[in-house]
């Protein structure tokens, strides 16, 4: 699997100076897919074929073999085999381009010869239709801007370090010309993907530039990071298991010298087959709760950011925790829960989605009710009271069974799903009420 960071921008918002100076610093390949449109221009201007003569460009390319290397931080661009990396932005190539970039057959051969470059590599690549048309998916999409005047300026001071004679006014000119190519193009037109992070970089150094693109990808690297280590499961061993009651065990401890747990309908939890435990999310201690003083192994649901914490991450790796990616349709976590059922496993899940997720006036979440109508798994709610602060009582509460079994459906509907999942919070609400009525008087009698 390759990493991909895509930006696009119009010419002479340094794409280029960022994405070599990234590539080298992050270990990335760079391709300058400009580069490649460039080639194409140069070996058509050296063939003497003309923009009229269309076919002829478009067989033209079929003859060529483009390729780039990195050396010493630099990208060579070969065309045949030669180095053709000055000679491609020349005055000639560089008027020329725009129109052969415009042919939709060139396109098309130079996106295929794009995405092969980056076939299994970490890669940065910029152009104008990278984060839109190359690779809509890509990890990191960028799209770097400034204004007209400013991208003219550097242009000019660029080709005077090169040595590329053109005066100020013909540089505003062809970039005001390209600006149009690039942006009315039939195919590949430069345009700012809905997605893609737009810097401004016309008041901004290189640096500067270059420091916001680095920590948009770290951000990004990090988070698959955290998304592969979550969904790395481990297997069921004998040392996972004997983990697992040793640290049911040793937190059951704690939980009964910190507080005064009482544990109601624990028989409600059938002993074996697949069930489905929907309780209220007060506090982080209530899941563990659960895990902890249900006698079978309860998977929990949890957001991936779980992942992030090392504790977090090892107890969720040994109590097979399934992570979600909340605000997204997750569907390989829905898979793993399903799977879980099918093997007659217990799941947990809030349906308040979030902690103290009703009060908070939300709604409850359809996913354990989608569940249960999906695979005819029962339900059992329960109600956590108790504020959890230390020495205090906490009240674990198992309801009766909920059977939605005469309901269940490939495709539940979703006025069926609310009222399901309406229905289970209820029973919650309730249950958790029922443990609140034996703490009341109590704290009612030591506030007076
Ligand atoms: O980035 P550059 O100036 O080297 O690009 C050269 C030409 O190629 C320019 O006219 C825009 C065009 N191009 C394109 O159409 N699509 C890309 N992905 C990259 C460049």
């Given at each position: 699997m390759s990493f991909i960071v895509a930006m696009d921008g119009p010419s002479g918002t340094g794409k280029g100076t960022i994405t070599k100076q990234i590539a080298k610093e992050m270990k990335l390949t760079n391709i300058d897919t400009g580069a490649t449109y460039r080639c194409v221009a140069l070996a058509a201007l050296r063939n003497h074929i003309?923009?009229?003569?269309e076919q002829k460009i478009i067989d033209l390319v079929d003859t060529l073999s483009i390729d780039m290397k990195q050396e010493g931080g630099n990208t060579v661009v070969l065309l045949n085999g030669e180095d053709v990396s000055q000679e491609i932005r020349g005055k000639e190539v560089t008027s020329f381009v725009p129109q052969v970039s415009a042919i939709k057959e060139v396109r098309l051969k130079m996106v295929d010869l794009q995405r092969k470059m980056a076939e299994g590599k970490d890669v940065i690549m910029e152009g104008r239709?990278?984060?839109?048309?190359?690779?809509?998916?890509?990890d990191v999409k960028i799209y770097l801007d400034a204004t007209a005047e400013e991208r003219a300026k550097r242009r000019y001071k660029q080709n005077k370090e090169k040595g590329i004679e053109m005066s100020y006014e013909e540089v505003v000119e062809s970039i005001q010309k390209r600006d149009k190519a690039d942006k009315e193009r039939e195919m590949g037109a430069l345009i700012i993907a809905p997605d893609a992070v737009v810097i401004d970089?016309?008041?901004?150094?290189i640096k500067e530039v270059k420091q916001k693109v680095k920590e948009i990808i770290q951000k990004k690297q990090k988070e698959l990071k955290v998304k592969e280590i979550a969904y790395k499961e481990r297997p069921n061993t004998k040392w996972k298991l004997f983990e697992q009651k040793v640290i049911k065990a040793f937190m059951g401890g704690l939980y009964r010298i910190f507080y005064r747990v009482e544990i109601r309908g624990?028989?409600?939890?059938?002993?074996?087959g697949p069930l489905i435990i929907c309780a209220n999310h007060i506090n982080y201690l209530d899941a563990a709760a659960i895990v902890i003083f249900t006698k079978r192994k309860v998977r929990f649901i949890a957001k991936e950011d779980l992942y992030r914490i090392r504790i977090l991450s090892w107890l969720g790796h040994i109590f097979d925790v399934i992570p979600v990616n909340r605000g997204t349709q997750d569907i390989e976590s829905m898979k793993r829960c399903m799977k879980a059922l099918k093997n007659g496993e217990v799941l947990g899940i809030?349906?308040?989605?979030?902690?103290?997720g009703i009060a908070k006036g939300g709604k409850a979440k359809t996913g354990a009710a989608y569940m249960a109508l999906r695979t005819g798994t029962k339900v059992v709610p329960v109600g956590i009271s108790g504020s959890?602060?230390?020495?205090t009582k906490v009240v674990v509460n198992y309801g009766k069974p909920m059977d939605y079994t005469e309901y269940t459906s490939k495709s539940p509907e979703k006025e069926v799903l609310e009222k399901v999942a309406n229905e289970i919070m209820d029973q919650i609400v309730m249950l958790t009420n029922q443990g609140n009525s034996c703490i009341m008087p109590k704290e009612k009698n030591s506030i007076s």
């Open positions: 003309g923009i009229e003569e239709d990278i984060t839109t048309y190359v690779f809509p998916k890509a970089t016309t008041n901004l150094s624990a028989e409600n939890v059938a002993q074996e809030f349906p308040e989605g979030t902690r103290k959890f602060k230390l020495f």
